[in-house]
T-cell receptor, first 115, second 117 residues
Framework: DTGVSQDPRHKITKRGQNVTFRCDPI?????LYWYRQTLGQGPEFLTY????????KSRLLSDRFSAERPKGSFSTLEIQRTEQGDSAMYLC?????????????FGPGTRLTVL | AQTVTQSQPEMSVQEAETVTLSCTYD???????LFWYKQPPSRQMILVIR??????QNATENRFSVNFQKAAKSFSLKISDSQLGDAAMYFC??????????????FGTGTLLAVQP
């Protein structure tokens, strides 16, 4: 396993700009999750894919956020018209159906700073 | 809704000593999973240990063990023979078994563990 990878690791943008993050899950994992973590807090769930289907979106995910997983492999998370409140670490995790506990493995995260 | 509470924002332990991190949770479900994750500074979150609620036996992974008290909804992590590399933020997390389509993790706010040489 090469682990979950995320790109970029850091992103600095100006308020109002659009940003896109990418997540590549562990190769045999069919489930993919996005979380957001602000300083001093635990991660909060944003959205979840099983294969290419987006099965749940948190109320934290405003209309400015969109996530895709077009071929059931990598996923992208786009934030439009960024706001300073979007500054956070965006974590991706993956897991596999059939794993008894459905353990999620996390990537290194993308740290977003909105100026 | 399920919640996870970690009441110790910071803890400190001497190298080679034992430390216990506390976690309580609230749920109306009878089957679920509990996890401890470790997040070193500027590094990614890694799984430390996991516990199935239907198992009475406490999980153990080398120097890490849990004390799972289902009736009390308590899930503490014990780190034995603490090492400098154990210094990190530790998160307790809950995942329900019958939460619908999602398998989302619900995290506590974390405990920052310092290990003193």
């Amino acid at each position: 396993d090469t682990g979950v990878s995320q790109d970029p690791r850091h992103k600095i943008t100006k308020r109002g700009q659009n940003v896109t993050f990418r997540c590549d899950p562990i190769s045999e994992h069919n489930r993919l999750y996005w979380y957001r973590q602000t300083l001093g807090q635990g991660p909060e769930f944003l959205t979840y894919f099983q294969n290419e289907a987006q099965l749940e979106k948190s109320r934290l995910l405003s209309d400015r956020f969109s996530a895709e997983r077009p071929k059931g492999s990598f996923s992208t998370l786009e934030i439009q018209r960024t706001e300073q409140g979007d500054s956070a670490m965006y974590l991706c995790a993956s897991s596999r159906t059939g794993d008894l506990t459905d353990t999620q493995y996390f990537g290194p995260g993308t740290r977003l700073t909105v100026l | 809704a399920q919640t996870v509470t970690q009441s110790q924002p910071e803890m400190s332990v001497q190298e080679a000593e034992t430390v216990t991190l506390s976690c309580t949770y609230d749920t109306s479900e009878s089957d679920y999973y509990l996890f401890w994750y470790k997040q070193p500074p500027s590094r990614q979150m890694i799984l430390v240990i996991r516990q199935e609620a239907y198992k009475q036996q406490n999980a153990t992974e080398n120097r890490f063990s849990v004390n799972f008290q289902k009736a009390a909804k308590s899930f503490s992590l014990k780190i034995s023979d603490s090492q400098l590399g154990d210094a990190a933020m530790y998160f307790c997390a809950y995942r329900g078994l019958y939460g619908g389509a999602t398998n989302k993790l619900i995290f506590g706010t974390g405990t920052l563990l310092a290990v003193q040489p």
